[in-house]
């Protein structure tokens, strides 16, 4: 399964100067911000998946301000296992220490600094925080560090937590994706060339690496979930019962059958050691095991697991960077591009099968299972939709946002979206590198897509 854990570095950062200063650059004040900032953002954004490591072993001030010590604290951090570095510049800074304690962890970074609020009435300031950044940042780009950036602020400020959420969808993002690892089950369906892949490139320039598990494989887990999981696979059948008022005229055994998908994909997860599936579903499973995959997909995407139809990797690998985005908190889903809106000339139909989690069914509208797949509506909202693909050896990642609408009444599970310009959209579908298969999700990520594709080389970001 993906991680969405952050243990983040804090690097205060000051400016050292020889002597005691009483005017600019004094370090008490450096050393005040610093401790403002970082009780602040303790305070605020630790949980369960937020931890941070400061430089408290450092030196009694606990910043650094050398650049000898830019070896030391790496050293500490890869050891305390640290996924991103915060640069807090707590007066001017010192580039030199910053930029490459950056460069050897190699991992996603931020600087920011606070706002100067002191100004006495001699004309003394203390800090210059802001004015150090720019030469901060310019190191870094030297050293050719991708980095992100908030503007200057005080801690407190909504443009700061904005920002500093963002970057932390970003280091969750990058940490999963550098390490991904897909199980593909089964093979794409015969005329299904669109989903085709460049495995090798995969692993080449990303490290993604992609399991192949064979039908007969799935096909003897899928059995001995049927002899050795019996009560659990009743309990979900009486489940299903229960959240589908129409379950489309099939008996407990076919319900059984669809149910035991569930156990299976979890098996190969766990087999593969892998983070996300993408399956082979209607032409083949139906063949094998005379049950569809649909609902166990659905019920999967409630416990975090991914697990994408009809063989498209790339769409696999879209729907966890979405995941990951969101660090968890928020589903993702599978909804292709299928019809426009008979009356909204913005409108779209994002449709499929039925894999969509149950978690986003639109309240009170009805379900039922249709062909063995659910059917339902998803909630209103506005959703991140987005495509990872690639044509030429040329990989890009397509994204922007779609607020939903009232439509027609359909099978499957889809929302209608619309879009500032929809021709834009399908021009960009049309003329590629992408599909119609898109990866959505509640909220807007684009801020984060794109700066996330700032760290990847070889991956652009795309909008219409």
């Not at 100004?119 to 203390?126: I, K, L, Q, S, V």
């Not at 009486?238 to 589908?244: I, S």
């Not at 449709?351 to 986003?360: R, T």
């Not at 495509?387 to 099978?411: C, K, M, Q, V, W």
């Amino acid at each position: 399964m993906l991680d969405y854990t952050l243990n983040i570095g804090l690097a205060a950062c000051r400016r050292w100067l020889p002597g005691k200063r009483t005017g600019i650059f004094n370090p008490e004040y450096a050393q005040a911000n610093k401790r403002v900032v970082e009780s602040y953002v303790r305070e605020h954004y630790t949980d369960e998946q937020t931890r941070f490591t400061d430089l408290s072993f450092l030196n009694d001030e606990g910043m650094m301000f050398d650049h000898a010590q830019a070896e030391t604290i790496a050293e500490k951090f890869k050891a305390e296992k640290v996924d991103a570095l915060f640069i807090i510049n707590c007066n001017f800074g010192c580039e030199e220490v910053a930029a490459k304690l950056a460069r050897l962890l190699q991992v996603p970074t931020l600087i920011w600094a606070p706002q100067d609020t002191i100004f006495e009435p001699d004309g003394t300031r203390y800090t210059d925080a802001q004015c150090g950044l720019f030469a901060m940042s310019k190191q870094l780009t030297r050293y050719r560090v991708p980095f992100e950036h908030i503007e200057n602020c005080p801690v407190d400020a909504p443009v700061f937590a904005r920002g500093f959420e963002r970057f932390l969808s970003v280091a969750c993002m990058l940490k999963n994706f550098r390490k991904l690892r897909i199980a593909q089950v089964g093979m794409r369906p015969r005329p299904f060339t669109s989903v085709i892949f460049n495995e090798g490139e995969l692993v080449e320039r990303f490290g993604i690496d992609v399991v192949p598990v064979n039908m007969p494989a799935v096909t003897e887990i899928f059995q001995t979930v049927l002899q050795d999981k019996q009560t659990e696979l009743a309990a979900d059948v009486k489940l299903l019962k229960e959240r589908y008022s129409d379950t489309g005229g099939l008996d407990d055994a076919a319900l059984t059958r669809m149910a035991a998908f569930r156990e299976t994909f979890r098996r190969i997860m766990l087999d593969t050691n892998a983070q996300v599936i993408s399956t082979e579903c209607w032409t083949c499973m139906l063949q094998a095991v005379d049950a569809m995959p649909c609902i166990a997909m659905s019920q999967l995407a409630d416990e975090r697991m991914i697990v994408t139809c009809e063989s498209d990797v790339c769409g696999a690998i879209t729907m966890a960077l979405l995941s990951c985005a969101s660090r968890g908190r928020s589903v993702p889903f599978f909804g292709e591009f299928t019809v426009r809106h008979p009356h909204n000339q913005n409108g779209e139909l994002l449709w499929h099968c039925g894999p969509f989690a149950w978690s986003l069914k639109k309240p009170q509208s009805p379900a039922n299972i249709f062909n063995m797949k659910p059917s339902f509506r998803v909630k209103d909202g506005l959703y991140t939709i987005a495509r990872f693909d690639s044509a030429e050896g040329r990989y890009s990642l397509l994204n922007g946002n779609f607020r939903s609408i009232e439509g027609p009444h359909t099978f499957g599970t889809y929302i209608w979206a619309e879009f500032d310009d929809y021709r834009k959209w399908e021009k960009k579908l049309i003329y590629g590198p992408y599909i119609h298969h898109m990866a959505e999700i509640e909220g807007d990520y684009t801020e984060a897509l794109e700066a996330f594709c700032r760290h990847v080389p070889g991956l652009v970001s795309d909008r219409p």
